[in-house]
């Protein structure tokens, strides 16, 4: 036989066969049915074929999506070889071009074990959807040699028939996909403005996510020490949630790719030899791919919105635009929930503000007023400790005021030489704010005494009045820091000590003034009676 169509009969059977398939496509059956159908119609066609496949190219392999065979059911429909070796598979791949093998060669590359395991002979031609290689369609033999000359070209029109059915079918499913996206978009944008920041948004977000690609899905917030931490997640088998888990970073894996580019990231197939942890949760879930997209809040990068996969098939082109959309709607949510944060922030350190200050222009004792400015700074700043000390001429420290955790023998008016490693210690050093975190230090009395508090954290400003330094204030946190504008915001509380300590002196060196003017009266009062006497 020299071709498709070399007898009358044949021609007619071709034709019948092709408008069968057309009309599948034109009518928008399922892709499935299409393959199945025109796998059928090549192996009626086709005389010496015994088995015809049809196969979609991925990354680097074939996954076999319709077949047919002259004796028995097509076994092989739904399995997946990877690239290379001598083989039509092969061949098409590599050069986009049609090709045959006369007689299929005994090597170990997967794709020719199952060529030879299905024919000895076989040719195919290339699936081009849209200017780029989608599949094959191979007939086989069971005689080597045996296939028409020239079939390879000739399957061009059931190709193109392919080829029409795909693009259809793409089109359908991207109109499907665009309008679901948009649906669970829609949903997220409407919990964004009813609701606060919550974990309820995440979760929704990671099931919006995780059933619009059919994948596993999930939220993850990064944290200071190169660690991510889940507030989101979804599974397709409906396993416990991971919330809460924090994952070291490191290694190829979407999470830490993202953090390290700032861009959208996708992982076509993840590296079984790579040990990091970000890497075995994907594939503890069955991750065989993974597409994540970056939450930017204002600028700075606060997490990632990602899915994993664990179908063989590389997830849609798309898949960065759609997170990215997520993504977007996520870092609103944010943005909102720190504004309203923020406002409510300054609205409460301007009302405890306004009682100190209250508390300073009645003339309150400065003891009342470090009371006050304890308690109102660690409300504000969130410390769970407070203290106010002033500095002797000796050089000791003298508590003058404190508030929340602390051992007995720190009391008012205790006096401590403290250890020039505490944040405390370096301000009345140097005059200049100061923090400390960690608290590893070697014992010292003052340390072991913060250490006993459970403080990981602390904060120290100066107190300085009329020029001179009189003292400092320290606040102190079992959390892992004060947030970096803390020292900016202890600024105003500060102020309206120095202003009651100066006050005080004032007062008092007004009281004092009275007193030796009264005196000085006196005395003259006295002596002018001596003198009359």
Do not use: C
């Not at 924090?246 to 790579?274: A, W």
Request: hydrophobic share 45%; net charge neutral.
């Amino acid at each position: 036989m020299s071709s498709l169509a070399a007898e009358p009969e044949r021609s007619a059977g071709d034709q019948a066969a092709l408008r069968q398939v057309a009309t599948l496509v034109a009518g928008g059956a399922p892709a499935q049915q299409i393959f199945a159908v025109v796998a059928e119609a090549v192996g009626r066609v086709v005389r010496a074929a015994d088995v015809v496949l049809v196969g979609r190219y991925d990354v680097d392999g074939v996954a076999f999506v319709g077949g047919w065979s002259r004796d028995a059911e097509p076994r092989f429909v739904g399995r997946r070889v990877s690239i290379g070796g001598e083989n039509v598979t092969t061949r098409v791949f590599e050069t986009g071009k049609p090709a045959r093998v006369d007689s299929i060669p005994e090597d170990p590359a997967p794709a020719t074990r199952l060529a030879r395991e299905l024919a000895r002979s076989s040719a195919g031609a290339p699936i081009t959807v849209e200017g780029r290689l989608w599949g094959v369609i191979i007939v086989g033999s069971l005689q080597p040699r045996e296939l028409p000359s020239g079939i390879e070209y000739q399957l061009a029109a059931f190709t193109d028939l392919v080829a029409a059915a795909v693009a259809s079918a793409d089109a359908r499913e991207e109109l499907r996909h665009v309008a679901e996206a948009q649906a669970a978009l829609r949903r997220v944008a409407t919990l964004v403005v009813r609701a606060a920041l919550s974990p309820e948004l995440f979760a929704a977000v990671a099931r919006e996510v995780g059933q619009l690609f059919d994948a596993d899905a999930g939220v993850l917030r990064y944290d200071e020490r190169h660690t991510a931490t889940v507030t989101g997640s979804w599974s397709r088998t409906g396993e416990s949630s991971a919330v809460g888990t924090t994952v070291p970073l490191g290694g190829q894996n979407v999470v830490t790719l993202v953090l390290q580019t700032g861009r959208p990231v996708r992982i076509d197939s993840y590296r079984r030899e790579d040990p990091s942890a970000a890497t075995a949760l994907a594939r503890r879930v069955g991750g065989q791919s993974g597409v994540g997209a970056p939450i930017v809040v204002e600028g700075r990068l606060w997490g990632i919105v990602i899915m994993v996969s664990s179908k063989e098939d590389r997830p849609p082109a798309e898949t960065e635009a759609r997170l990215a959309d997520f993504a977007e709607l996520i870092a609103m949510a944010i943005s909102n929930a720190e504004a309203r944060a923020k406002r409510q922030q300054v609205t409460d350190e301007q009302a405890a503000l306004r009682r100190v200050a209250t508390l300073v222009a009645r003339g309150a004792p400065p003891v009342e007023v470090f009371r006050a400015v304890n308690q109102e700074v660690a409300a504000v700043l969130d410390a769970d400790a407070s203290i106010i000390v002033r500095l002797d001429p000796d050089g000791v420290a003298t508590v003058v005021a404190r508030v929340g955790a602390h051992p007995p023998d720190v009391s008012e008016g205790s006096r401590w030489r403290l250890d020039p490693r505490l944040a405390l210690a370096t301000v009345l050093r140097t005059g200049h704010p100061a923090r400390h975190d960690g608290y590893r230090e070697p014992s010292g009395a003052f340390v072991d005494v913060i250490r006993s508090m459970g403080i990981r954290s602390s904060i120290a400003a100066p107190i300085v009045v009329e020029g001179s330094l009189w003292g400092a204030l320290g606040i102190g946190t079992t959390a892992e820091s004060f947030p970096m504008e803390s020292e900016r915001r202890m600024a105003d509380f500060i102020e309206l000590i120095a202003t009651a300590i100066a006050n005080a002196e004032a007062r008092a060196e007004l009281t004092a003034s009275r007193a030796r003017v009264v005196a000085s009266a006196d005395e003259t009062r006295r002596r002018i009676e001596r003198d009359l006497h």
